[in-house]
């Protein structure tokens, strides 16, 4: 197999990867193997992580459906990535470049014993991989929670891995992709902010939108029914969320453990900045404050992660939690329904992150980039990354819309009235959280 097509291969578009002579066999490191599949484990982690984010925040009639969204990306997409969803990701351009292709990808056959110039097998980068494609539609079931059918939401999240997801992971990660091409060293995305958190955040908005907001919002009062699980789930997304960025290093070295460190500093930076507004604001900081910061500062960090340094990720996550607070301030006053804030939070937060990391590179990859194009500097990386972000909010929203007209028309996707007065669980699922009666 020509490894011609496949070098380049990471979730990190501005680090360069171990590369072997040519002729030269790649062989395996155990180290980077080892901690690629920890980061694929504690990534999936983030996945009930979520669950119990969302689950928590929304009223009791609505838990059980609530944390199916995201249990069910884990199913369907958990077998899409692994029949189609890599090839498309990460095959040779196809179609002039929109999508990746190659048929030996089906079913990850041509994978079987490849071990990829970073020293991994490839089967390990893909399944990595595909915890990122599993995650990314659960944050859109946010801004669209307690009105959803869940057999819309199944047909849904298909059709937008297919036409959504994996062009977007092609265009930014794969090596031939157009945004892993741009300008000097390509639109800055480490693991996920235009793929991930843009593209969820806003295909959510238009989602919410076209479905139109809950039966009652915002006069009736739609109250958390288990802040305790909204904690518990921010916790663990923390956790998983050093998977998530450090992993994406395809690697166990020094970018690795840059990435790590970010990480852990942006999350608390949020954090911090969230209850600190709270706190000089209201004189409360709250629990869901609290939530909200972390979440705010891991999602600011994860475009940034492999190109900035302490300095750079404390700015941006204390920016990240002034911009996403301010953002859902504006929601309440513009009375759109994003249910529980994936655009506020996940759309605002990967926006501020893909163009605020312009201003916090380090000086070692400007040297690389200005080696590769003289005289590159801040403007040109910044026009490439509004570039990138403003692509991906496009095509994200217009082929989110789309693919919810055919479901709507063709399946159904938003529930009645009355269904949703009684409440998913009960009347798509046949189930109560708490087993309790007379619970909203």
């Known amino acids: 197999m020509s490894w011609k097509r496949l070098l380049g291969l990471a979730a990190a578009v501005a680090v360069a990867h171990p590369l072997v002579a040519q002729g030269t066999a790649p062989v395996n490191d155990s180290g980077a193997t080892a901690w690629l599949l920890t980061s694929t484990t504690l990534v999936l982690l983030m996945v009930p992580g979520l669950a119990l984010f969302y689950g928590g925040l929304v009223r009791t009639k609505n838990v059980l459906g609530t944390m199916m969204h995201s249990f069910a990306a884990m199913a369907v997409v958990g077998v899409l990535w692994a029949v189609v969803g890599y090839a498309l ?68 999240i298909t059709l937008w891995i297919i036409f959504v997801y994996c062009p977007l992971c092609h265009w930014v990660w794969a090596s ?61 997304l923390w956790v998983g969320w050093f998977g998530f960025n450090a992993g994406s290093s395809v690697a166990s070295n020094l970018d690795t453990a840059r990435a790590l460190t970010v990480t852990q500093v942006a999350a608390a930076a949020g954090a911090l900045t969230w209850i600190l507004i709270e706190t000089i604001r209201d004189e409360k900081p709250t629990s869901l404050g609290m939530a909200s910061g972390i979440l705010a500062g891991l999602v600011v960090i994860t475009p940034a992660a492999g190109v900035v340094q302490v300095g750079g990720a404390l700015a941006l996550g204390v920016i990240a939690a002034c911009c996403c607070y301010s953002m859902i301030l504006l929601k309440n006053r513009l009375g759109y329904d994003d249910s529980l804030d994936a655009f506020g939070i996940h759309g605002t937060g990967g926006i501020v992150g893909a163009i605020g990391l312009t201003f916090f590179i380090r000086d070692a990859w400007w040297a690389e980039a200005a080696a590769k194009v003289p005289g590159w500097g801040i403007l040109a990386q910044l026009k490439v990354q509004g570039f990138a972000v ?51």
């Open 390 to 440: 403003l692509c991906t909010i496009l095509f994200s929203v217009v082929m989110t819309l789309i693919i919810a007209a055919l479901v709507q028309k063709f399946i159904g996707f938003r529930v009645s009235e009355s269904v949703e007065k009684t409440g998913l669980d009960h009347e798509l699922h046949g189930e109560r959280a708490y087993g309790l009666n007379n619970l909203n």
């Open 176 to 236: 031939d992709g157009y945004f892993f091409n741009l300008g000097a060293k390509g639109a800055i995305d480490f693991a996920g902010g235009t793929v991930v958190h843009i593209s969820s955040g806003v295909g959510g908005l238009a989602l919410a939108l076209f479905l139109g907001a809950r039966h009652g919002y915002p006069k009736t009062a739609m109250s958390p029914n288990n802040l305790t699980f909204t904690l518990l789930g921010a916790g663990l």
């Open 89 to 156: 990701s990460f095959g040779p351009n196809a179609l002039g470049g929109l999508i990746g292709w190659r048929k030996d990808l089906l079913l990850l056959r041509g994978i079987d014993q490849t071990i990829l110039p970073a020293g991994v097998p490839e089967y390990a980068f893909a399944m990595f991989q595909g915890k990122f494609a599993i995650i990314t539609p659960a944050l859109i079931a946010g801004a669209v929670a307690e009105r959803i059918s869940f057999r819309g939401w199944l047909a849904f």
